[in-house]
T-cell receptor
C-alpha cells in the first residue's frame, strides 16, 4: 500500500519560514493536501490540490508538489501556527493516505 | 453553515459492537462522498473508510476490513459506521469528513471517542 512520510517535528522562530516536507514514491503524480490540527480540535484544511488555499486560510500558507516530495511552507510564521500538520495524498485508485504528522514548534 | 456532528461513541468491551453516526446539516449531503478517519490518543490521523454519494461503493483500510461497515441514509442526511469485533487498538476519536474532487476533505466533524476496554 502507498505510504507518505513526514518528519516528526519541525522548529521555527517567529517571523521565519517553516518548511514541512512530505515524501512518497512519485508523489508529484498525485494530489496532496495539508491539514492543521491544534490540540483538542478537528483537522482544518489549509492546502488542497498541491497549492490551493481554502477561503479564510492566510496567504502565508503555501504548498508545492513535485517528484517525490510535497512541501508545506509557512512564511512569517506566527505563534498561532504552532500545531500538528498532516499531509494526505490522493489518486484516482486509492483513498487518501495520511502522513504520520509533523509537530510544528514556534520558539 | 454546513456542519457534521458525530455521535455514538463510548466504552465497549473487546469483541463488542457499536454504531457511530454523523449527522449533516444542509440539503446537499447526498452529493458528496464521505469518509471516516480516526485518531488514537496522542497519535496521527488514520483513514478508515469511504463511501460514494449514493452508497453503492465503499472502501476500507485493511485494519478494519471485514469488521467495519460504512453506510449512509441520504434521506436522513446521516453517515454511519457499524463496528463489530472491536479491539483495543480501535480505541480512537472517530471523525467523519466530506470529500471534494477526489482530492481533499474540506469539512470535518468534531469527532466522537470510542474506547475499547474491559
Amino acid at each position: 500500500s502507498y505510504e507518505v512520510t513526514q518528519p516528526p517535528s519541525v522548529s521555527v522562530s517567529p517571523g521565519q519560514t517553516a518548511i514541512i516536507p512530505c515524501s512518497g514514491e512519485k508523489l508529484g503524480d498525485k494530489y496532496v493536501c495539508w491539514y492543521q490540527q491544534k490540540p483538542g480540535q478537528s483537522p482544518l484544511l489549509v492546502i488542497f490540490q498541491d497549492k490551493k488555499r481554502p477561503s479564510g486560510i492566510p496567504e502565508r500558507f503555501s504548498g508545492s508538489n513535485s517528484g517525490n516530495t510535497s512541501t508545506l511552507t509557512i512564511s512569517g510564521t506566527q505563534a498561532m501556527d504552532e500545531a500538528d500538520y498532516y499531509c494526505q495524498a490522493w489518486d484516482s485508485i486509492s483513498d487518501g493516505v495520511f502522513g504520520g504528522g509533523t509537530k510544528l514548534t514556534v520558539l | 453553515e454546513v456542519k457534521l456532528v458525530e455521535s455514538g461513541g463510548g466504552l465497549v468491551q473487546p469483541g463488542g459492537s457499536l454504531r457511530l453516526s454523523c449527522a449533516a446539516s444542509g440539503s446537499t449531503f447526498g452529493n458528496y462522498w464521505m469518509h471516516w478517519v480516526r485518531q488514537a490518543p496522542g497519535k496521527g490521523l488514520v483513514w478508515v473508510s469511504r463511501i460514494d454519494s449514493d452508497g453503492t461503493g465503499t472502501t476500507y483500510a485493511d485494519s478494519v476490513k471485514g469488521r467495519f461497515t460504512i453506510s449512509r441514509d441520504n434521506a436522513r442526511n446521516t453517515l454511519y459506521l457499524q463496528m463489530n469485533s472491536l479491539r483495543a487498538e480501535d480505541t480512537a476519536v472517530y471523525y467523519c469528513a466530506r470529500e471534494r474532487d477526489v482530492s481533499y476533505l474540506d469539512l470535518w466533524g468534531q469527532g466522537t471517542l470510542l474506547t475499547v476496554a474491559s
